[in-house]
């Protein structure tokens, strides 16, 4: 009975020890983490920014409970931010978001992201001061992802395809355009933008005009839709390029297959009378008109038919 007594007593004492070891432990752990905090408030005071960033991150490691962590990892990246430190701000905000949805104020970061994105855009608080267009493009991308709503979003995803624009990627800047008007058709500003790069577009190879087609049908729905749109001169200007344009493409094709190695006179005077008749107000018509005129042989060409009509050059 005895040698039971001793054995719980000797049980018990383990335990006590244990416990003031555990204590002992949490309060080292708290009084380090507590030493953290002070040195990196005390950092910030003094406008230190990015060692109170660090300092902070050290102690969101520490912490366990995950809304404190997110707190903390917030704290440094704001310090990041302030200190101009884009490039590490911008990590410490995309990994927030990524981990961490649910502890952190969404407008908040979203809004410090949109300042960054400008501060590559204007080369503020880069490496050298270098212009980065191409990372702000991937920072709008985030934010519309992490918010698809288009009454939140629409200003990000109206720079985004600006800036896609101006670093000639049109046709993700077409994509940018139409993924707004899907959520919201009756955006007429957003049209006319997509109608114009379309119409840049088609320039650059556009073989059969769809991108054309599509760009004055897009102009011609906001004209229709607005009669006075302030920016109606665009439009007129516009559609009367993409007669010219229009026209141009069929009148090459008609003097592609007038070409020796490529002849087939039925084909160049259907694309010739083409031009002629819908397009005779336009300098490709007058040259229609010309080569028509010039080679009587041409007019006296057979008559082709819509399915027999060759592909357009390549």
């Not at 992201?113 to 920072?139: C, N, P, Q, S, Y």
Request: net charge positive; with cysteine; proline share 4%.
């Amino acid at each position: 009975m005895k040698k039971h007594n001793w054995l719980l007593i000797g049980v018990a004492l383990a335990l006590a020890w244990a416990g003031i070891a555990r204590a002992e432990s949490d309060f080292s752990q708290f009084i380090a983490n507590r030493t953290l905090q002070t040195e990196a408030q005390q950092l910030e005071i003094d406008g230190k920014y990015a060692k109170a960033a660090k300092r902070y991150l050290k102690l969101a490691k520490r912490v366990k409970d995950p809304k404190n962590q997110a707190g903390w990892t917030l704290r440094a990246a704001d310090c990041y931010f302030t200190a101009n430190k884009s490039h590490k701000a911008l990590e410490v905000y995309k990994n927030l978001l990524a981990n961490s949805p649910f502890f952190v104020p969404y407008e908040h970061v979203v809004g410090k992201l949109r300042i960054i994105a400008e501060r590559f855009v204007d080369g503020d608080g880069t490496f050298l001061g270098i212009r980065d267009k191409e990372t702000a493009i991937a920072i709008y991308e985030l934010i519309i992802q992490e918010a698809p709503s288009i009454h939140v979003s629409l200003q990000d995803r109206l720079r985004m395809a600006e800036l896609l624009k101006e670093t000639k990627r049109l046709e993700e800047a077409v994509n940018a355009y139409q993924a707004i008007l899907r959520l919201d058709p009756s955006l007429d500003d957003v049209r006319l933008e997509l109608a114009l790069v379309l119409s840049e577009l088609s320039k650059t190879g556009d073989g059969d005009g769809t991108k054309l087609r599509a760009a004055v049908r897009h102009a011609e729905a906001v004209k229709e839709n607005q009669p006075e749109h302030p920016r109606r001169k665009e439009i007129d200007l516009l559609l009367r390029d993409a007669r010219e344009q229009d026209a141009q493409r069929l009148l090459d094709l008609g003097k592609f297959y007038l070409r020796p190695a490529h002849r087939r006179t039925g084909a160049a005077r259907r694309y010739l009378i083409d031009v002629l008749r819908d397009y005779s107000d336009t300098q490709a018509g007058w040259e229609a008109k010309k080569i028509l005129d010039d080679n009587p042989s041409l007019r006296e060409a057979p008559a082709i038919n819509d399915d027999d009509k060759p592909a357009d050059k390549p």
